[in-house]
Structure formats: structure tokens, C-alpha cells
């Protein structure tokens, strides 16, 4: 088992900046494809970034490329989003997910069943 924990959501004005922190409980971090995925309201949970943490590949989705930024911390086994130019849309429960394994792709930026632990969420507020 696999525990996730996600930090960092708040409020913020649109254009500003938030990040997210995923802290991990596994001693096999390395092995793992990491995303973050988020979920507004009366709308289905979308991927916003992923992570293959084995040899830093990431992908992003269309909706934040550009804007968002998605890093490793191997050695505290920590993945971050670092949210730019923040807008209202975007204003959701941001979770972090992990799947062990070298798929890691743009498929699994679509397919949040593909992720089998899941943290709680955090919130973030874009106001305009």
C-alpha cells in the first residue's frame, strides 16, 4: 500500500501562482508514474500532469501546458506542480496519484482508472 499525501492548494487571484507538493510512503519511488489529476465540481476528474519518476519524463495536458510545471524530489520521494498563471478555470480538487510501472504517458494523463493509490485532494481557488 502506497500513501499519498498532497499539500499546498489555496487561494489565489487569477495570473498568480500556487504549488502542490505529492509526499509519498514507498520505498520503490523510483518505479512509479506519478500524476496529478484534478476534479471541479459537476465535471469529470481530468489529468493535468504525470511524471515517470525512473527517468523524469513527464507530460502535460493541453489545458495547462505552458502553465504548470510538474518536478521530482527523489530523495524526499516528493512530486510537485508548480501552477503559473493561474485562471479561474482552473479552480478545482487537486489530486495526486501513483501506478507503479514505466507507463506513463500522455494515455495515463487521459485514463485516471490506469492509477491505483490516490491521495485526498487539496483545493485550489482561482478567483478573477
Known amino acids: 500500500q502506497v500513501r499519498l499525501v498532497e499539500s499546498g492548494g489555496g487561494s489565489v487571484q487569477a495570473g498568480g501562482s500556487l504549488s502542490l507538493s505529492c509526499a509519498a510512503s514507498?520505498?520503490?519511488?523510483?518505479?512509479?508514474?506519478i500524476g496529478w489529476f484534478r476534479q471541479a465540481p459537476g465535471k469529470e476528474r481530468e489529468g493535468v500532469a504525470v511524471v515517470y519518476i525512473g527517468d523524469a519524463r513527464t507530460y502535460y495536458s493541453d489545458s495547462v501546458k505552458d502553465r504548470f510545471t510538474i518536478s521530482q524530489d527523489v530523495a524526499k520521494r516528493t512530486v510537485l506542480l508548480q501552477m503559473d498563471s493561474l485562471r479561474p478555470e482552473d479552480t478545482a480538487l487537486y489530486f495526486c496519484a501513483a501506478n507503479p510501472g514505466p507507463v506513463c504517458g500522455t494515455g495515463s494523463i487521459r485514463d485516471p482508472k490506469l492509477f491505483r493509490y490516490w491521495g485526498r485532494g487539496t483545493q485550489v481557488t482561482v478567483s478573477s
Open positions: 514507498t520505498n520503490w519511488f523510483s518505479n512509479f508514474c
